[in-house]
């Protein structure tokens, strides 16, 4: 029973101080271990020299910006980065900071305007490079409207529901930026309350609202040109006519600083001041901070931050040893984590996050905490019953009672259970009423937990549970369902908001009382529930119980749902729960709490004190009216405030640069060259909470198959091959990448223009066409060769056919016969060149070409047969005279004996043929026409294979010239080169 | 209308000289140049007037200028002019243009040097009055303020509509310079 042990622990000597300290404390996160933290942390610019913070800003990207004397620099948690400012503005104060159409406004002493970008590339700088060179790409430019800027200091930036550019001005009043065009806002011209402004803000309808000596001054422009002025002042119900600063809390209310009478919140609807702070001793206010409607920070000038509570309207400083409790604060601001941020006057910068405070009573080991309807604290420990009133903690009990348990009935009464005493009931003045022990009935003197309705009060004892009428504290024994729960540990009973009673028992699991019948739940899923410590109802209306080593169950419509370590718990032994106001569950342990947020399950933020572990009570958690979470623990009571606004409880990635080859590239340039393929990726994960403990978890998309988890802001690839990529980016902060939040930058690498898919397809388009080509002409050429082939065969054959034609052999015969008798000499001769003429004809039919000399030797032989044959009736008149050149062979041959085969051949009507060369190196045959009447059958073979023949081999073609005198018939010429 | 502006100009003085001033140190002239240039993408135009009147009181930092439209010579052709005239400016509705109001800056004008001033105060081209706020040179030198200042004045801000053929031809913004040399009234 390691629980019991805890719970008998010796009491400690008890003081009672007169004052309250609140410290507030860093919360520190799983993982990291931090001890002697101050309670602000500072930091410190201290590596740029002497740096005089005087403002602040987080931009939309969530990167903080600090304005300083002559300064403007970028903070990313750790290291503060300069951004080169112009000489003229070297030694001016910043005064002002704001974030507007894309750029950081930065306002100076002088009444100069300046602004930065916030496209540009903003490397983050890595530890141990030289990060006191301003950034290379981020200038501070000089803004130059044509209207020319203010020469009073500017005081405030804010801007409008259109967009419109509000500045304000110690002097000059307003200046309104919009449509391109400035214009001015004054008390002579347009009834401001005063030209000289201390701070602007914008109300929810998106008014500006500017704080002054004489009051405040709602201004709008709905058109170009048009003002409005309304004002507020002290006869409207400001409770100080010198209004210092202005604070929307979001919610439609304004709050508003003063100069001698503290803060009032001005309901903006409703046009009065809700709550104002009395008695306010503090001096003048220089900022304010709203958290949600609960609480606001009052920067002050002579007493520090100070913070409001709305609900109670106590006002509580810093302790005295703290080293802000006295300074001039010169401006606070809330971030997106809601860390709260202090600069003061000497131009410190320090932040703490707000939500968490601790309080440190006079008493040891707080084990019960309870909040009453009067919003008091009520505090059950070792050394007794406490209430916190005016800032002091009273000792209600006569004695130092070990008290445990707390409750608060709905007529006021506090019911406090005692460990061996039983309960105490006491009046809201702390009288006691009732004081119910073992002897009246109770079942044990150790009450556990205390709780009910109007009606019952439920006591979980040690010996089971007892039941008494709320109001009259009466026993009641008439209940008889409960005798079931047995006499064995209850350690908790929980009323819900249905009216069920929920009971956490010792080894019998949950049980719950519902219209007079118990449920016991002793299994949920594979989980047998066994002891179970703490019951809890969220906001949703779901029960969540916690065990004494199982971990932590939610169940909702009948189902269980079962959280452990594996689910990133810090523990599985869970002291005590609560829900806040916000839905966060609050998990206590014996080394800390967590907040797990239903919403991200698998996402749990452990915190613990700096000054060691905190050990929380059983069953020490309280959820008060306002949603806030209190712990009862050792070292003292923490508060979890519930804002009632949302904060990232992540850190948030960033891509702050991108260099190719080692040059930063535009981030809004996203396709590469296919050589540009070493890159550089900056990235950062801004949490301000704890900048240290960030992890990244990367993966370029396209190229890592997995991811990687880094420590350094710093990713890079060298030799990208071409593709598609996408850089993504995750930051965590205790390691936990499930559910977190990420960045990406996508891109893409040309592939190189040979490697394009164009280039490809037209390369092998072109292998295609050539090989086309090719293969066309090859075919072209084999048919060519092949027809050439067969053209000879069939002209050699045609010419060898018409030459052993029986007609010419027979006439050849004939005429031999004729003049074998007459003439035997002139026959010999006859059948020589008969011979001659055969044995030419074999002899040339082989080659391609011939000499005109052998052709015409050959046409000489046949011409001689004709002329025996015809006699006078045929006449060759050869006029070659010894031209040289070649002809293909029995070419003229065949063309005189086409002319003798188609033309009448007589005495009375003379064949003349007639060869000769023409001036264009044609031969040329050319016969009278005198057509036979029946003509010879013919192919028409001869003249047609000639003329293909020479077209075949590329030469001039053959002209055939048939007018109705002569025919005519020219043959190229080939020039003989002597080949053969 | 017509006597509008002068009437401000001289109630301005009134005001000025009666209410705030027992002593009102009134610098003045009748012959400032007013320079106007319409840089459009087709056709620059330019027109002057050597009338521009005005008054600066020194003591309140007030000023009035009033000039009269028709006084405007030079343009490209006379047929500008007239369209000038009657197309756009409508002078015979609005004979004049006028820009009163005071010097933001708290500067004593009565001690010699250059000051570059900001001017806050109505504009009125066409009969339409406008909040502006210019900027000016100024240069005090024995017992002579010379002004000089360049300003645009967009033709929607003052209800001058241009055909939308024409809008090749005429600025949107036309660019106002002033040159003039006030001299001591008292």
């Known amino acids: ?980 | 209308m017509n006597g509008m502006p002068v009437l401000l100009f001289l109630w301005s003085f009134c005001c000025t000289s009666v209410l705030f001033s027992p002593d009102p140190i009134v610098y003045r002239c009748d012959t400032g140049k007013v320079l106007l240039k319409s840089d459009a993408a087709l056709e620059v135009i330019e027109a002057q007037s050597n009338k521009l009147r005005g008054a600066i009181d020194l003591s309140a930092n007030s000023f009035a200028w009033t000039v009269e439209i028709r006084s405007f010579e030079g343009f490209n052709n006379r047929l500008q002019r007239e369209h000038f005239n009657e197309n756009y400016m409508e002078s015979d509705k609005f004979p004049k243009a006028s820009f009163v109001g005071k010097i933001i800056e708290q500067i004593d004008l009565q001690t010699e040097g250059t000051y570059a001033v900001r001017a806050k105060g109505k504009i009125t081209v066409h009969g339409i009055e406008q909040e502006r706020i210019i900027k000016s040179q100024v240069v005090v030198k024995s017992k002579h303020i010379h002004v000089t200042s360049t300003f645009t004045v967009p033709l929607s801000d003052h209800n001058i509509t241009i055909p939308r053929i024409v809008y090749q031809k005429i600025a949107e913004e036309i660019t106002v310079t002033i040159d003039a040399d006030l001299k001591s009234a008292n």
């Open chain 1, 1 to 980: 029973m390691p629980t019991l042990n805890r719970l008998i622990k010796p009491a400690s000597v008890l003081i009672v101080k007169k004052t309250l300290s609140i410290l507030f404390f860093y919360c520190c996160v799983y993982l990291t271990v931090r001890a002697q933290m101050p309670e602000f942390r500072a930091h410190s610019a201290k590596e740029l020299g002497e740096v005089h913070i005087t403002t602040i800003l987080q931009d939309s990207r969530g990167w903080i910006w600090c304005g300083a004397l002559g300064r403007l620099l970028r903070y990313d948690g750790l290291l503060f980065q300069p951004i080169l400012i112009p000489d003229s503005l070297q030694s001016v104060r910043v005064t002002a900071l704001s974030e507007s159409q894309g750029r950081i406004w930065v306002g100076f002493q002088n009444g100069c305007i300046a602004y930065v970008p916030m496209t540009g590339n903003f490397p983050s700088i890595l530890a141990g490079s030289a990060y006191d060179q301003p950034m290379q790409s981020a200038v501070l430019q000089v803004w130059q409207p044509s209207e020319g800027l203010p020469s009073m200091a500017i005081t405030a930036f804010s801007e409008d529901s259109s967009g419109a550019c509000w500045i304000g001005t110690y002097g000059e009043g307003l200046y309104v930026w919009k449509d391109n065009r400035m214009y001015q806002f004054n008390v002579a011209d347009d009834g401001l309350s005063s030209d000289d402004i201390y701070a602007l803000a914008t109300d929810g309808k998106g008014n500006i609202w500017a704080a002054t000596d004489a009051g405040i001054s709602i201004c709008s422009m709905p058109s170009k040109g048009q003002k409005k002025v309304q004002k507020i002042s002290a006869a409207d119900g400001l409770p100080d006519q010198i209004i210092t600063t202005l604070a929307p809390d979001g919610q439609g209310n304004m709050w508003i600083g003063t100069h001698d009478y503290g803060v009032c919140c001005y309901d903006i609807a409703a046009k009065h001041c809700k709550y104002r702070t009395q008695n306010w001793p503090y001096g003048p206010v220089t900022s304010l901070v709203a958290f949600g409607k609960q609480e606001v920070w009052i920067g002050t000038e002579h007493n520090g931050p100070i913070r409001f509570e709305t609900a109670s309207a106590a006002l509580f400083t810093l302790p005295d040893q703290n080293l802000l409790r006295y300074s001039k604060i010169q401006r606070l601001f809330k971030d997106r984590e809601g860390l709260l941020w202090v600069v003061t006057d000497k131009g410190a910068l320090y932040s703490a996050q707000a939500m968490f405070g601790i309080l440190t009573p006079t008493f040891a080991n707080v084990q019960a905490v309870l909040i009453d309807s009067r919003n008091r604290l009520w505090a059950g420990s070792q050394q007794g019953l406490f209430v916190r009133e005016s800032n002091t903690y009273r000792q209600i009990l006569p004695r130092a009672e070990n008290i445990i348990s707390l409750w608060e009935s709905p007529y006021g009464e506090i019911w406090a259970g005692s460990f061996g005493n039983g309960v105490y009931v006491v009046d809201e003045k702390g009288a006691l009423r009732q004081h119910i022990l073992e002897k009246d009935g109770l079942a044990n003197g150790s009450v556990l937990s205390v709780n009910g309705d109007a009606q019952r009060v439920w006591l979980a004892t040690l010996g089971g549970i007892t039941v008494c009428d709320t109001r009259t504290h009466k026993m009641l024994r008439d209940i008889p369902e409960i005798e079931t729960l047995g006499t064995s540990y209850i350690y908790k009973v929980f009323t819900d908001s249905k009216g069920r009673v929920w009971f956490g028992t010792d080894g019998d699991g949950l049980q719950m009382l519902e219209n007079g019948r118990i449920q016991s739940f002793t299994q949920a899923g594979d989980t047998k529930l066994r002891t179970i410590y703490s019951i809890a109802e969220d906001n949703k209306g779901n029960i969540w119980f916690s065990t004494d080593r199982d971990g932590l169950f939610s169940f909702q419509n009948g189902q269980f749902r079962h959280f452990t370590t594996a689910n990133h718990l810090h523990s599985n032994k869970i002291t005590g729960l609560a829900v806040s106001g916000n839905g966060m569950i609050v998990i206590g342990y014996d080394d800390g709490f967590d907040l797990l947020n239903p919403d991200r399950v698998d996402h749990a933020v452990f915190s613990e004190l700096q000054n060691g572990t905190m050990e929380v009570n059983l069953n020490a958690l309280y959820r008060d009216q306002a949603g806030n979470v209190w712990i009862g623990a050792r070292q003292g009571i923490v508060r979890i405030a519930a804002y009632g606004e949302t904060f990232l409880d992540d850190p948030q990635p960033d891509i702050t640069a991108v260099s190719v080859l080692m040059q930063s590239v535009d981030l809004q340039q996203h396709t590469f060259a296919y050589d540009q393929n070493y890159f550089i990726f900056n990235f950062t994960g801004l949490w301000y909470s704890s900048p240290e403990s960030v992890r990244y978890r990367y993966k370029l998309e396209g190229f890592d198959p997995n991811w990687k988890i880094s420590k350094d802001p710093l990713a890079s690839y060298p030799n990208l091959p071409p593709g598609n990529y996408t850089f993504r980016v995750q930051t965590s902060e205790h390691g936990n990448f499930d559910h977190v939040p990420e960045t990406s930058w996508a891109f893409t690498i040309h592939p190189p223009f040979w490697a394009q898919w164009w280039f490809i397809l037209l390369c092998l388009l072109l292998a295609g066409a050539t090989f086309y080509a090719f293969v066309r002409i090859r075919e072209a050429r084999l048919k060519k060769e092949a027809q050439l082939k067969r053209e000879n065969v069939e002209s050699q054959f045609a010419a060898l056919k018409s030459q052993i034609n029986p007609h010419f052999l027979f006439n050849s015969f004939n005429t031999l016969i004729t003049i074998i008798e007459e003439n035997p000499k002139i026959a010999v001769e006859y059948v020589e060149h008969l011979s001659d003429f055969y044995r030419s004809m074999m002899a040339y039919r082989e080659r391609d070409f011939i000499t005109l000399q052998e052709e015409k030797e050959l046409v000489e032989s046949f011409h001689f047969l004709l002329k025996k044959r015809y006699e006078d009736g045929f006449h060759l008149i050869d006029r070659l005279n010894g031209h040289t050149g070649l002809v293909m062979p029995l070419a003229l041959q065949m063309l005189v004996e086409n002319a003798v085969k188609h033309n009448i051949i007589s005495s009375s009507r003379p064949l003349t043929i007639e060869i000769f060369m023409d001036n264009d190196n044609y031969v040329v045959v050319r016969n009278n026409i005198q057509k036979k009447i029946k003509p010879e059958p013919s192919t028409h073979f001869g003249l047609q294979s000639l003329i293909h023949r020479y077209r075949l081999f590329g030469e001039r073609p053959v002209i055939v010239e048939d007018n109705s005198a002569f025919f005519t018939v020219k043959v190229p010429v080939r020039e003989d080169r002597g080949e053969k």
